[in-house]
């Protein structure tokens, strides 16, 4: 084999990667904005074929749009409007998604909350609220798509955060509602193994996302501030994030199940 024809087949194997997700059915939830939209907007490009949820109509048909603008099959996205603190909501998620699309291959769980509490001035409204959204709807949700996900030998990919690995001052319930994601994303990737489903997280640090407006903070200002902190001298961007999530996504992470991937510009492994 001559040099060119080896770079030849190295460019057809790269160009192919475009549509590493083709035609593949995933559901995201939390796709409104940041992580997940982001997450919906590259899926897209790769091709595959999408069913996304969030509770803002409005915002949630923007991700649909700027979805299907870059889709190579010009696909418009399934929307669907739910609150996962509802049990019936969930339920209709996946009915919908199954209804409409056939089959599923992907999971995300990226929807969830933040909440600023401690030991000192918590509540169980509010543990239960985090809970309710960054574990139980996960826990639902996956119940509903296992079988589906058998049929497909699809793949889940939880989205967790830093502070599931670590303590953090004034953020009780969101810590303890990443810790068991984590514990949770190992435990299923065990009981799915047999069946070929692999179930992974990313764990994101300090990304730039509307998140912190919901607790009363300016993402400018948070950001602003991990220039101070954070090794690579910066906060990250969802897009970091949904790379991370598609690479596990796909069939590219084939061997790779029970992995919680750490994203934050080596924050956790720092001493600052």
């Given at each position: 084999?001559?040099?060119?024809?080896?770079?030849?087949?190295r460019?057809a194997?790269?160009?192919?990667?475009?549509?590493?997700?083709?035609?593949k059915?995933?559901?995201?939830t939390?796709?409104t904005?940041?992580?997940?939209?982001?997450?919906?907007?590259l899926?897209?490009?790769?091709?595959a074929?999408?069913?996304?949820?969030?509770?803002?109509?409005?915002?949630?048909?923007?991700?649909?749009?700027?979805?299907?603008?870059v889709?190579?099959?010009?696909?418009?996205?399934?929307?669907?409007?739910?609150?996962?603190?509802?049990?019936?909501?969930i339920?209709?998620?996946?009915?919908?998604?199954?209804d409409?699309?056939?089959?599923?291959?992907?999971?995300?769980?990226?929807?969830?909350?933040?909440?600023?509490d401690?030991?000192?001035?918590?509540?169980?409204?509010?543990?239960?609220?985090?809970?309710?959204?960054?574990?139980?709807?996960?826990?639902?949700?996956?119940?509903?798509?296992?079988?589906?996900?058998?049929?497909?030998?699809?793949?889940?990919?939880?989205?967790?955060?830093?502070?599931?690995?670590?303590g953090y001052?004034?953020?009780?319930?969101?810590?303890?509602?990443?810790?068991?994601?984590?514990q949770?994303?190992?435990?299923?990737?065990?009981?799915?193994?047999?069946?070929?489903?692999?179930?992974?997280?990313?764990?994101?640090?300090?990304?730039?996302t509307?998140?912190?407006?919901?607790?009363?903070?300016?993402?400018?200002?948070?950001?602003?501030?991990?220039?101070?902190?954070?090794?690579?001298?910066?906060?990250?961007?969802?897009?970091?994030?949904?790379?991370?999530?598609?690479?596990?996504?796909?069939?590219?992470?084939s061997f790779?199940?029970?992995?919680?991937?750490v994203?934050?510009?080596?924050?956790?492994?720092?001493y600052?």
């Open positions: 084999m001559n040099k060119i024809t080896c770079i030849t087949n460019m194997t790269f160009i192919s990667t475009d549509k590493k997700l083709d035609q059915v995933a559901i995201i939390g796709a904005s940041g992580i997940g939209r982001a997450t919906a907007v899926f897209s490009r790769l091709g074929k999408l069913a996304l949820t969030g509770r803002n109509q409005e915002n949630l048909a923007k991700s649909a749009e700027e979805c299907e603008a889709s190579p099959h010009n696909l418009k996205p399934l929307c669907i409007v739910g609150d996962l603190t509802i049990e019936s909501d339920e209709r998620i996946m009915k919908s998604t199954i409409t699309c056939g089959k599923l291959n992907i999971l995300v769980n990226n929807a969830g909350i933040i909440a600023l401690s030991a000192e001035d918590g509540s169980l409204q509010t543990l239960d609220l985090v809970w309710k959204i960054n574990v139980r709807a996960v826990y639902h949700l996956t119940m509903l798509a296992v079988p589906h996900l058998i049929e497909s030998k699809g793949s889940i990919v939880n989205v967790s955060g830093v502070l599931g690995k670590r001052v004034g953020a009780l319930s969101y810590t303890i509602s990443k810790g068991a994601l984590d949770f994303t190992r435990s299923v990737a065990l009981d799915l193994a047999p069946k070929q489903i692999r179930v992974n997280s990313v764990n994101p640090g300090l990304i730039e509307n998140i912190f407006s919901t607790i009363g903070l300016d993402a400018k200002e948070v950001m602003k501030e991990a220039t101070q902190s954070y090794p690579l001298g910066r906060g990250g961007q969802p897009q970091e994030v949904a790379n991370a999530i598609a690479f596990l996504a796909s069939d590219e992470a790779i199940t029970g992995e919680t991937l994203v934050d510009g080596a924050k956790t492994v720092s600052k």
